[in-house]
């Protein structure tokens, strides 16, 4: 592609991508389509010859949209949000226009030392502890996502009790309300699922301290070697916060590794008030949470802090001659490769900067205050509405609620919700029933927007009462 024609159809992509952003609410949030009838909107076998970037586009409005579940729009209220935003956006442009590959120091210096900088910017813009700063023995680095830093906080902890060598008597720790990814992860390090304890909850769904104890206690009487636990702080399924600081006494004085996992709740320590989600993080090894969730950074983008680098690094190191260079061996650099699987990398921490630059502390704590007022508010109406109960407490912006019909109703409402193309919200399991989740997050997502998907809520259920003989 020639560069005119390049900055032409770049203008046209970037016009593309705004006047989407600007109507993505009129669309139905959740793709409407069946298995298969994408592709089969779309050629069978490669183009032979160069086709036009007008045809490309068209395609693009005819047979790509009708299968995107709109995940910008502010009708979004399922699982949590993957929030993209104007200054994301434009950093990961820029970063594919420079289209670098930042394995080592020397392959793009700036790309290292920006990521080390924008991961120090957020201790401060989170208030976590000093231990997790590049200036230390700790540092942060960008990871794809939330699984992908567990792992490597769960295979650091492998290498700091027992290298690569037998592992049949360790055993990891998380709450029955942990994200699947625990469990990958310790598949993944060649655990079997049974070296996973999950330690039970107590009735607003965080791990229980005491049962923690117990676990512990008698995995050590039977000669096993405990080695890493997991605390979440904003649980998968209801929000949850795990008691950070408890749980850290439990294993005071044995080395079992601490990992805590804020994917989502931790974006909230922009605003001070909401820094109770930090409550133990200065007795973790190490803690992660996703910029792509709730800090307006387009995926893929998770931030790893660890208390001390050395043991991740010892972890994932293999240097082959053809990566040796002066830089690395001089001691002097960070070489990012070596603290997660994959040897290349992208230039994330651009779209980060472009983020925590254009909005600002200010900007960012505004924007998630307001998330969680608005949530707030819907949990107020959801408690004075006898038509519905709260399923779990509500510390941010996640609210889980049922109709009191039963678990059919709920079933029935979620569906008829989410077929509207209205709104989309998800589900869960809580104490046994079937729960609705609505997460209040959405980058573009304002008040007339929880207003309408209120009122919505009410209705259908109300329809789809007056339909169930005895209900
Ligand atoms: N941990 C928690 C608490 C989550 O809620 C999620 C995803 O929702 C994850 C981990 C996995 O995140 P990722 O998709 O970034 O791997």
């Known amino acids: 592609m020639a560069p005119d024609e390049f900055r032409r159809r770049g203008h046209e992509a970037v016009e593309w991508v705004a006047r989407y952003l600007e109507t993505v609410e009129e669309r139905p949030v959740r793709a409407q389509v069946a298995p298969g009838e994408i592709r089969s909107l779309l050629a069978p076998t490669p183009p032979e010859h160069p086709e036009s970037f007008d045809d490309i586009f068209a395609d693009l409005d005819r047979a790509i949209l009708p299968g995107i579940t709109h995940w910008q729009s502010p009708n979004f209220f399922a699982y949590f949000q993957a929030n993209g935003s104007g200054p994301a956006i434009l950093g990961e442009l820029v970063a594919a226009g420079l289209g670098i590959q930042g394995m080592l120091w020397s392959t793009s210096p700036a790309a290292t030392e920006l990521e080390t900088l924008t991961g120090d910017w957020l201790v401060d813009l989170l208030g976590l502890p000093d231990r997790f700063r590049s200036t230390g023995a700790g540092g942060s680095v960008i990871q794809d996502g939330a699984s992908g830093a567990t792992l490597a906080a769960l295979l650091a902890a492998r290498e700091r009790v027992r290298g690569r060598e037998i592992l049949s008597d360790l055993v990891a720790y998380t709450s029955t309300e942990a994200h ?37 206690a008698e995995d050590l009487q039977a000669g096993r070697r405990p080695f890493f636990l997991t605390a979440t702080v904003g649980s998968t399924s209801s929000h949850a916060i795990d008691p950070v600081a408890a749980i850290a006494a439990v294993i005071d004085g044995t080395d079992v590794w601490l990992h805590v996992d804020g994917a989502h709740a931790g974006s909230a ?3 001070p008030e909401f820094r109770f989600v930090n409550d133990g993080l200065d007795r973790a090894d190490s803690y992660c949470f996703d910029p792509h969730k709730w800090l307006f950074t387009n995926m893929e983008c998770d931030v790893l802090f660890v208390a001390d680098r050395a043991p991740l690094i010892d972890a994932m190191s293999v240097t082959p001659e053809y990566l040796r260079n002066p830089a690395s061996e001089s001691g002097a650099v960070i070489d990012y490769r070596d ?13 980060l900067w472009f983020v925590l630059r254009h909005y600002g502390a200010e900007g960012l704590a505004a924007t998630v205050r307001s998330h969680v007022a608005m949530t707030q508010d819907l949990a107020a109406w959801i408690d004075a509405d006898l038509r519905f109960e ?24 979620l569906d008829a919700l989410n077929d509207s193309g209205k709104l989309f919200l998800s589900h869960t399991r809580l104490d046994g ?6 997460s209040v997050g959405q980058t573009m997502i304002q008040q007339r927007h929880v207003d309408a998907a ?11 009462v007056a339909a169930t003989p005895g209900a």
């Open 180 to 216: 699947s990814s625990v469990l990958k992860g310790v598949r993944t390090a060649g655990l079997s699922d049974d070296q996973l304890r999950l330690v039970p909850t107590d009735t607003d769904h965080a791990m229980d301290p005491a049962a923690l104890a117990d676990m512990v």
């Open 269 to 271: 320590a922009v605003c």
């Open 339 to 351: 603290w997660h699987l994959p040897l290349g990398r992208r230039f994330r921490s651009l779209k």
């Open 390 to 413: 709260r399923a779990a407490v509500t510390p941010l912006n996640l609210v889980c609620f049922r109709h009191v019909g039963g678990d059919d109703v709920n079933q029935r409402l």
């Open 433 to 438: 029933l079937f729960t609705l989740r609505m």
């Open 454 to 464: 209120w009122a919505l809520i009410g209705e259908v259920a109300d329809e789809i």
